[in-house]
């Protein structure tokens, strides 16, 4: 059994149960959770707790960024490495990870993450002030620290081959005029659960965050065409940089689709749909993503109850772009999945303005 003792920020603190679904994904027990308002700079954990943490069998999860500077001191006062955010992100990533490009993807980017710790280590031995911190002292460091950089130069190079076979794979899906669309949105949403009653695959699926890190492509056919649909890696808020560079690759295939439905779980209430709209638009922008057609598919309606269900909606309507055109779906029960269907398709071949009509027929 393996427990965590929590540190997380003041500022998650409207949002504590998305972060804690993180710790929970690893951890079977929370030991404790404990706001921090203002992090030390030296440590980040509050002072007066740091010398409880000698004692606690719990593992130290600091639900932040931490400074290697504070992993490293954090270490040598409790003789724990606390795992911090980017740490827990990347871990639930190696339990999900099937194909060798997210595997390869994830340890690059759990490299990347320990470099500047080994620098750190580095310096502070070259200080005669550490010892034993990975099983060694300064020369032992440099020598991990060639080590890693071999291995990364490595995995990038590998990379490199998988990621122009998926280029050569989906040329040739665009040479053949076949609509592109990618199924986007928040971990969790419900975007492989849409993608598999598009398509008919049978791709797990299942309420912890990150079920899903190989993109998929599959294929359903409308009005007796042929679309291609792609499930994507979800987001979270604040996604780490480290981890959108990693995931650069997979994410492409969003930029060079004709259409995005961004799934947005509507069950859990307005504010968290508002949320979870203003973070998904902030990620596609920064993947450059601009000029093409959003279809915001409002997911898992059958949760609510009708009157919930219109206020919900008019509110976020009321929040959309021009770009953006809503519909309500169940992408579990298939409401409403014909009419996305029709949508995909208007849109498909003649922009969003008869798209428009459709969305009027908001549930049947
Ligand atoms: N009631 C209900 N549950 C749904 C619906 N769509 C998805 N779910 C559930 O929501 C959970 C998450 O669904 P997934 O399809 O795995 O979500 P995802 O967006 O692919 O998640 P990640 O791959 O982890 O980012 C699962 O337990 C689904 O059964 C829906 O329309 N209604
Ligand atoms: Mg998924």
């Known amino acids: 059994m393996n427990k965590a003792l929590v540190f997380i920020p003041h500022k998650y603190r409207t949002h504590i149960d998305e972060e804690l679904a993180l710790v929970r994904t690893i951890y079977t027990d929370i030991d404790d959770i404990i706001y921090v308002r203002r992090p030390n700079p030296k440590y980040y954990i509050p002072m007066n707790r740091l010398e409880d943490l000698k004692n606690t069998e719990s593992d130290i999860v600091v639900l932040d960024r931490l400074r290697p500077v504070q992993k490293i001191n954090i270490l040598r006062k409790t003789g724990k490495e606390p795992i911090d955010r980017i740490d827990l992100i990347l871990e639930i990533f190696a339990l999900h990870a099937g194909s060798k490009e997210a595997k390869l993807q994830i340890e690059l980017a759990r490299?990347?993450?320990?470099?500047?710790?080994?620098?750190?280590?580095?310096?502070r031995a070259k200080l005669g002030e550490l010892h034993g911190f990975l099983g060694a002292g300064r020369y032992g460091y440099e020598k991990y620290y060639r080590m890693v950089k071999e291995r990364e130069a490595r995995i990038r190079r590998e990379l490199r081959k998988l990621s122009k076979t998926r280029e050569i794979r989906r040329k040739k899906r665009i040479k053949y005029g076949l609509p592109h669309i990618s199924i986007v949105g928040y971990t969790c949403s419900g975007k492989t659960t849409l993608f598999n009653?598009?398509?008919?695959?049978?791709?797990?699926?299942?309420?912890?965050p990150f079920t899903t890190l190989?993109?998929?492509?599959?294929?359903?056919?409308?009005n007796g065409k042929k679309f291609i649909a792609i499930d994507t890696v979800g987001f979270i808020r604040d996604l780490p940089p480290e981890i959108i560079d990693a995931f650069y690759a997979t994410l492409e295939e969003i930029i060079y689709s004709d259409i995005i439905v961004n799934v947005i779980d509507i069950s859990k209430g307005i504010e968290e749909a508002i949320k979870e709209l203003k973070e998904t638009r902030k990620?596609?922008?920064?993947?450059?993503?601009?000029?093409k057609p959003i279809i915001i598919a409002l997911n898992k309606i059958d949760l609510l109850e009708t009157r919930d269900l219109i206020e919900a909606s008019r509110k976020i309507y009321s929040l959309l772009d021009p770009a953006e055109i809503p519909i309500l779906i169940s992408a579990k029960t298939g409401h409403n999945i014909d009419l996305l269907k029709r949508l995909i398709?208007?849109?498909?071949?003649?922009?969003?303005?008869?798209?428009?009509?459709?969305?009027?027929?908001?549930r049947a």
């Open 214 to 222: 190989n993109p998929k492509t599959g294929s359903f056919f409308f």
């Open 283 to 291: 990620i596609l922008l920064g993947l450059g993503v601009q000029g």
């Open 197 to 208: 009653t598009l398509t008919g695959y049978d791709k797990p699926v299942g309420p912890e």
């Open 345 to 362: 398709d208007e849109l498909s071949v003649s922009g969003d303005l008869n798209a428009k009509n459709i969305c009027v027929e908001v």
């Open 111 to 123: 490299l990347k993450h320990r470099l500047p710790i080994i620098k750190e280590a580095i310096r």
